[in-house]
């Protein structure tokens, strides 16, 4: 069985579904440590004059290092309005936004006090517009003692019954221990991602964007980059 992992981010790109789409069983990492300027609060997303970013404020001064789960949303911020009004404004004209939009807008009209809510919220509702059946779990479900970031992901796998681990590339470079995984019977394996091209607005075609530009434009037709296939792994 496959396992793969990462942060529960705010609409994310189209890298992290092809992950989610390739294994058996997908964990959101909720219990670790909230990064500022990261992917766990913000997007991007195309405009006529390039890429915006959408960031959701959280509330995080005085805490020291909170845990993603544990992250509260600044409720004092008109953010859910601005985001919607973003979307409004830079993606009506696509061909698929309105088959799409008041299922996006329901979610921004509801009032979230933590931001890892809001985004699982996303997630799984982005999940079953593109067609993808792997579940998805929480880190903080598991109970893990390790603090070893691998051993820690050692445990995750053996404790969702996995057999394999895939990580994206950069994941061995910063602070994989392959050979913890060799000795635990564990294979490590590396999503190789490849960015398609699809159809986009405003010109010149833009890669890293936020899931929702592929579907605002590609509609269903975009479930097949997010089909399983063996040259989608790089076996160590």
């Not at 995984?181 to 190789?192: P, V």
């Not at 960015?195 to 479930?223: A, W």
């Amino acid at each position: 069985m496959i396992i793969s992992a990462h942060q529960p981010n705010y609409i994310p790109w189209i890298g992290y579904f092809h992950k989610m789409a390739w294994v058996d069983k997908f964990v959101l990492a909720d219990d670790v440590q909230y990064s500022s300027q990261s992917y766990t609060n913000r997007a991007r997303i195309k405009t006529a004059r390039g890429k915006l970013w959408l960031t959701v404020p959280v509330l995080t001064k005085g805490l020291g290092f909170p845990l993603i789960k544990d992250v509260r949303i600044d409720q004092s911020k008109n953010w859910q309005q601005k985001h919607w009004q973003s979307l409004q404004v830079n993606y009506s004209s696509s061909p698929y936004f309105g088959e799409y939009a008041p299922y996006f807008e329901e979610i921004y009209e509801k009032e979230w006090d933590f931001l890892v809510d809001l985004n699982i919220s996303f997630l799984e509702l982005i999940r079953g517009f593109l067609g993808i059946q792997t579940p998805i779990f929480r880190n903080t479900e598991l109970a893990l003692r390790a603090t070893n970031p691998s051993e820690r992901i050692i445990d995750m796998v053996k404790a969702m019954g996995g057999s394999t681990y895939i990580s994206g590339r950069g994941g061995s470079l910063n602070y994989l221990q392959e050979d913890l995984f060799q000795k635990a019977g564990i294979t490590l394996d590396f999503d190789e991602f490849s960015h398609p091209t699809y159809t986009q607005q405003f010109e010149d075609f833009i890669p890293g964007l936020s899931i929702i530009d592929l579907l605002f434009n590609e509609g269903p037709d975009c479930r097949r980059f997010f089909q399983r296939h063996n040259e989608a792994v790089e076996q160590v």
